[in-house]
């Protein structure tokens, strides 16, 4: 029977636009995510995260929630906007006081914060001013994190820099599927080296602060699987790994982008700036932790696709998700291996893992998400055996406490071991809360 070990942290996690709410209330200032789900054709389901899970203020209810699911800690995400309306400057006195009132429930729970800085919702303000691709935003995120790791000194106990600078640089500046909905691959480029400067300055910030508990960032990684073992589909999967995984794990752990790509992204005709070695050191300061968000493996091959020429194939004999991501829990495996013996990191989270499902309440009320728990099952099974060979791994994260705002799908994506009823607010816990309860308090998956 898998044990894992004693001191190993069980959490769940969750972000402030997902789930918060009160877009506009007690100073706090506008985000990409509320402009951008405030404009018609964004959201594919037309919600938004105006009210989303109105955790804003139903947070006491939400602490005694974690309380009863008998987490070790919490992951949850600071709304920028929140504290500084305008990005930098003036400070809402009511937004600080509301994660204050947070961790200080938490912190009566027995539970230990751990802090996400960013996850994607940015001042507005800023992105009026060029957003993550001006030096300024760079510049402001420092003086923001700074101004938290002051303000909650002692409190945190994990502070994760950025959530996902992949998804921030490619999805919300190339693809578009994200706030600000930009289409550019040079701006994704620019984006991705000013993410990771703004994650070294907000590190430096950290150690200069002496702030308690450790600081990271979290990736989301994908193993890359090639359809075939014919040398063009290798190919495809090794310029896969590198725009997926490697983009940003080489400068965090290496200090440099990886050369493969560079010289792929130049022969397309993007040609990235060097980074100069005083860029290289910020960026690849040593951290406490690597923060690991895992879903899916992808599997690929040659394609006629513009920039990286590849095809994207869903295994037939696999299951899939709501969000149409292939169930392959072995990936979890594959990924804190590779990571382990490639890049060291000194520590481990598994910062986020999860299943979306069409959850609705029977007749009685009750969600039997028996799927969710198998889904989580078979991920600490194989997440047990990366530990089991020795890798550095200290905690896991399922995301999501709650359902919540799912970026662009909106509403509809239910990802969370309580069940919310979005026209009353209900908090309805599923059968996967019960089971993780079990988990979390015997340290064993069964
Ligand atoms: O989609 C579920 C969660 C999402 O709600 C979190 O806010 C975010 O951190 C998150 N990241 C992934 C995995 N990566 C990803 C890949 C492509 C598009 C968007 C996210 C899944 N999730």
């Not at 919702?121 to 003086?143: C, H, I, N, R, Y």
Request: hydrophobic share 35%.
């Amino acid at each position: 029977m898998p044990y894992f070990p004693e001191d190993f942290i069980f959490g769940v996690a969750t972000a402030s636009y997902q789930i918060e709410g009160a877009w506009n209330e007690d100073g706090k200032g506008e985000s990409i995510w509320d402009r951008f789900a405030h404009t018609p054709g964004n959201i594919q389901d037309g919600t938004t995260g105006d009210v989303a899970c109105d955790h804003y203020h139903r947070f006491e209810e939400d602490v005694a929630l974690l309380k009863e699911l008998g987490v070790d800690a919490y992951r949850f995400s600071i709304s920028w906007p929140r504290i500084f309306p305008e990005g930098r400057g003036r400070v809402n006195e009511k937004g600080l006081d509301f994660y204050r009132s947070l961790t200080g429930k938490l912190q009566e729970a027995g539970i230990k914060p751990v802090v996400t800085l960013y996850h994607w919702d940015l001042p507005q303000k800023l992105q009026d001013k060029g957003g993550w691709e001006s030096q300024e935003t760079v510049e402001a995120f420092a003086e923001y994190a700074r101004f938290l790791f002051q303000s909650f000194a002692k409190e945190v106990f994990l502070w994760i820099t950025h959530n996902e600078p992949w998804v921030v640089s490619f999805v919300g500046h190339y693809e578009g599927r994200h706030a600000p909905g930009k289409r550019d691959f040079k701006s994704a480029l620019q984006v991705s080296r000013n993410l990771l400067l703004s994650h070294g300055l907000a590190v430096q910030a950290f150690r200069e602060e002496k702030t308690l508990g450790s600081i990271g960032i979290t990736l989301n990684l994908t193993p890359v699987h090639p359809f075939s073992d014919s040398e063009e589909d290798i190919l495809a999967a090794k310029r896969c790994d590198g725009y997926f995984n490697r983009w940003f794990l080489d400068p965090l752990f290496k200090g440099e982008f990886p050369e493969d790509m560079l010289l792929w992204y130049e022969k397309k005709g993007f040609a990235l700036p060097q980074l100069s070695e005083e860029e290289k050191s910020l960026i690849a300061q040593p951290i406490d932790f690597l923060g690991i968000n895992y879903y899916f493996r992808r599997v690929v091959g040659k394609g006629e696709g513009a920039i990286f020429e590849v095809e994207f194939f869903n295994p037939p004999q696999s299951e899939y998700t709501d969000m149409g991501w292939e169930i392959y829990p072995e990936g979890l495996y594959e990924i804190v291996k590779r990571v382990s013996e490639e890049y060291q990191p000194e520590d481990i989270y598994i910062t986020e893992n999860g299943i979306a499902l069409p959850d609705q309440p029977d007749s009685k009320g009750r969600i039997n998400d028996q799927k969710r728990i198998d889904y989580l099952r078979s991920h600490l099974l194989a997440l047990h055996r990366a530990v089991d060979e020795g890798c550095p791994v200290s905690g896991y994260f399922v995301w999501s406490l709650m359902d919540n705002f799912e970026w662009g799908f909106g509403l509809s994506k239910r990802f969370g071991l309580v069940y919310v009823d979005y026209t009353t607010l209900q908090r309805i816990k599923k059968a996967s809360f019960y089971w993780y309860q079990k988990v979390v308090k015997s340290k064993r998956v069964d």
